[in-house]
C-alpha cells in the first residue's frame, strides 16, 4: 500500500480543519494509505520537503481539530504555475521519497487549479500520481456547488456581529451612521448574507457598480423615515469602473489580487461630508469573521467532516485524479421547505478560476438589501451549533502542527 | 405603594440588560413596587417622559433579555451636571406624575456620578426619591469593585477573537505583524485580558507610557526569536506626553474623552517604516467585544443579574440611597483557587469619577505582558457559558424597547 498527503492552501476558514480531521479519520476507519502525511504550509512547505504525520492522530485530538479555526498545517500564497516543470517535478520526487501515491488539497479557486494542472501533468509525467481537491473559501465564489465549506461558518458570524453591532447602535440617539465591513473580493456572499438578521438598511456589493449620489440618496432617506442608517458594505465594493471604494493603497499579494480594506471608512466620510449625519461608526470584521473559534455553523462543520471523509473514501477508486468533491442541495428537498445536499465529485477545472457572484436576481435594487429567495438560500446554512469542547472558557484548539 | 424607575446609561454591554432583567424579576418575585418602569435613552429620554412599563414582562422575555446585548432600553451620553437644579426638579416632577419613588440607574462611572448627585440634591429637595446605581462598563475602571458586570463577557470576546485570529496569522509564512485593536480608554484591563490565551507576544497599554523605540526593539526580538509577532494595543495607549497612538483625529463626545481609534494602524506603520517586516495585519475589535450575543460569560450574566436582584431587594429598606451594588472577590475562597464573591453596596461617591488602572505590578517589563497573578484574575470571571435561546442559528434577542 502507498501514501498519501494532504495539504492545505489559501486563506483559513473555521471548518478547513474539518474537512483535514475527515481525510485523517476516514484513513483510520478504512486504512487505504499505510500514512496520512500532512504537508505544511500548502505547496510551499511540501516541497520543501516539510511533513507531518497524522496517521495515528488521536480520537480525542481529531474531535478538537474539527472545532479548531484556521489552517492547522499552515497554508500559503505560492501558486503552482503551469508550465514550471521544476517544481512539478520536484513534488513528484517527494512524494516518491515517502512512497506517497495520493495528494489531496484542501483550497479555494486557486488550488483547485492547481489540483488541475498537477493533474493533467502527472497523467502523462507521472501516472501513478494523483491529485484531489476538497473545496473551502469563506468567499463562496466556487462555480459548481450550492456553497463552499467555510462560508457558512463565516456568515454566522457576520449575522452575529452584525445583530450585536445593530443593537449597540440602535441603543442611541444620536444622529450617527454604522458601517460593518465584511470580507468579500469579487464576490458579495457574506455581506449578502448579514440581509438574514432584518437589520440592514443598505447593502453594498462588488456585483452592483457603486453610485455615490444614488447612495447618498437612500442613506438621506432611511435618515428621513427613520433617524437610522445601518449599512453593510463588501470590502470588494466598487465603482462602474472598477476603482474600488476601499480608500487605501491597493497593495499586490503573490496572486495579483488587489490587497483590500477602507471601503467602510469611505463610506462614512462620504456621508458626513454630505451632511447627511455628523458622525459614523465603522466595525471592520475583517479576519474575525473568517476563521472563527466560536461560531462554527453546525451544517458546515459537518459538511466539511464529510467531504474529507468523501474525497478519501471516492480515492479508493485509482483513477480517481484531477477531481473535487463538493456539494448540492438537494432541489426536491429545498422545494418542499427542508435543507438537504448530496455530495459529488467533479473535475477540478470547473472549480477553478472561476468566481460565482452573487445572483444580480437576488440583488434588490438602490441598495435595499437581497430578495426572499436569497434569505432561504442563506437561512439553513447558519442553522445549528456544534456542542464544543471547552477549556478555561475558551474553545479548545490544537496546537497548529505547523509550530510543533 | 409607590412605583420605580429603571434607566440604563454610557457604553452597552453584552449583559448590562441582564441587570435590568434583574431588577424586573425581583419586582415579579416580591412586588415592593407597583409598576417598574423603563426610562428610555437614560436620562435624556426620561426627562423627556419616555417610560416604558416593564412590571409584566412574560418570564420568556426575561430569559431572551438576560441574553440580548447592548441595552433594550436605549442609552445616552447626556450628562446631569451638578448644579442644574432645573434638570433635577424635571426629573422629580416626571416621578412625581408616575408616582415613582426610586430610580435604578445601570452605568459607568459618569452614572454612578449622576446618582450621587441627584441622591446629594434630592437630600434637600425632594427627599422621598431615591436614586440607586447598578454597574456596569467593558473598562473595568470603577473602583470599589473587583470587577464591574460587562467586562468578563468583553474579555472573553477579546480572548476569543484574539486566539482565532493569531491561529489564522500563525497559518502564513510570509512575514508580516500582527496588531489586535481592543477598546480601553484610560485602563487596559480589556487588551490585557487577551494575555490569557498565551497568544499575545507584545502588549501595549495605556497604563505605560508607549516607547516608540523600546517597542520596536521588542518587534524585532519576536522576529528574530520566533518569526512571528503577535501584538495587542489598548486603544487608549499613549506616548509620556499623553498623545494617543491613534492615528485619526480626536474628536470629542459629549463628555470631554477623546474619542479613539487608529492605535494598531500606527502601529502598524510604524513596524513597517522601521523595515522590520514589509507587512501587517489590523484588527479592530471596536464594538463587536463590548456588547456581543454569542459570547457571554456564565459568572458575568449571573452576577449582574444578581446586582439587579440586589438592587431591588436592598431598596427595600426606605434609607437606602446614593448607594451603590457590587461585587468583591471572596479573598479565603481565592487564597484556595476557588472563585467566590460577596455582593455589597457602597455609597455612589466612592465609584464616581474615579478610574482603576490595570495594576502596575501585574505589568511585565517591556510590553512582554502580565503577570501570573494578573492571569489568575482573569480566568474564573471568563469561565462557563449560559445555554442560549437559539432563533433560526442566531441568539433570540428582545426587541430594544425604544425600538418598540
Chains 1, 2 share one sequence.
Not at 65 to 93: E, F, H, I, M, W
Not at 186 to 203: E, N, Q, R
Amino acid at each position: 500500500m502507498a501514501n498519501c498527503l494532504v495539504a492545505q492552501s489559501g486563506g483559513p476558514t473555521a471548518v478547513i480543519n474539518a474537512s483535514l480531521a475527515g481525510v485523517i479519520r476516514a484513513n483510520q476507519l478504512n486504512p487505504v494509505y499505510d500514512r496520512v502525511f500532512g504537508g505544511l504550509h500548502g505547496i510551499e512547505g511540501t516541497l520543501e520537503g516539510k511533513l507531518y504525520d497524522l496517521t495515528d492522530l488521536p480520537s480525542r485530538d481529531i474531535d478538537v481539530l474539527k472545532q479548531t479555526p484556521s489552517s492547522a498545517l499552515g497554508t500559503c500564497r505560492y501558486k503552482l504555475k503551469r508550465g514550471n516543470d521544476a517544481d512539478y517535478r520536484r513534488l513528484v520526487d517527494i512524494m516518491d521519497a515517502r512512497d506517497i501515491s495520493t495528494m489531496f488539497y484542501i483550497g479555494g479557486n486557486d488550488s483547485m487549479d492547481t489540483v488541475d494542472a498537477l493533474a493533467s501533468w502527472a497523467q502523462e509525467h507521472a501516472p501513478s500520481k494523483r491529485f484531489i481537491g476538497i473545496p473551502k473559501t469563506v468567499d463562496n465564489d466556487l462555480v459548481p456547488v450550492d456553497h463552499c465549506p467555510g462560508f457558512p461558518s463565516a456568515a454566522k458570524v457576520a449575522c452575529q456581529i452584525a445583530h450585536a453591532t445593530y443593537l449597540d447602535y440602535a441603543a442611541y440617539t444620536r444622529p450617527e451612521a454604522f458601517v460593518l465591513e465584511v470580507m468579500g473580493r469579487d464576490a458579495g456572499w457574506l455581506a449578502a448574507s448579514t440581509c438574514v438578521t432584518g437589520d440592514v438598511d443598505l447593502l453594498i456589493l462588488p456585483e452592483t457598480s457603486f453610485n455615490k449620489d444614488a447612495f447618498l440618496a437612500e442613506v438621506q432617506k432611511k435618515f428621513d423615515q427613520k433617524g437610522e442608517c445601518y449599512i453593510v458594505v463588501s470590502e470588494g465594493a466598487r465603482y462602474a469602473d472598477g476603482a474600488y471604494l476601499s480608500a487605501g493603497e491597493a497593495a499586490n499579494d503573490g496572486f495579483a489580487h488587489a490587497v483590500l480594506g477602507g471601503a467602510a471608512a469611505t463610506l462614512k466620510q462620504m456621508i458626513i461630508d454630505a451632511g447627511i449625519v455628523p458622525r459614523g461608526v465603522v466595525q471592520d470584521l475583517s479576519r474575525a469573521a473568517r476563521s472563527s473559534n466560536f461560531s462554527q455553523s453546525l451544517v458546515d462543520v459537518n459538511e466539511a467532516y464529510d467531504l474529507g471523509l468523501s474525497a478519501h473514501m471516492r480515492s479508493a477508486d485509482p483513477t480517481f485524479t484531477g477531481q473535487v468533491v463538493g456539494v448540492r442541495r438537494n432541489v426536491a428537498a429545498a422545494a418542499e421547505g427542508r435543507y438537504d445536499t448530496e455530495f459529488f465529485a467533479g473535475p477540478a477545472s470547473e472549480f477553478a478560476n472561476f468566481v460565482k457572484q452573487f445572483p444580480a436576481e437576488w440583488i434588490l435594487p438602490d441598495y435595499q438589501g437581497v430578495t426572499e429567495e436569497a434569505i432561504a438560500y442563506f437561512r439553513p446554512l447558519i442553522e445549528g451549533e456544534p456542542k464544543l469542547i471547552m477549556d478555561g472558557g475558551l474553545p479548545a484548539t490544537l496546537t497548529p502542527f505547523n509550530k510543533r
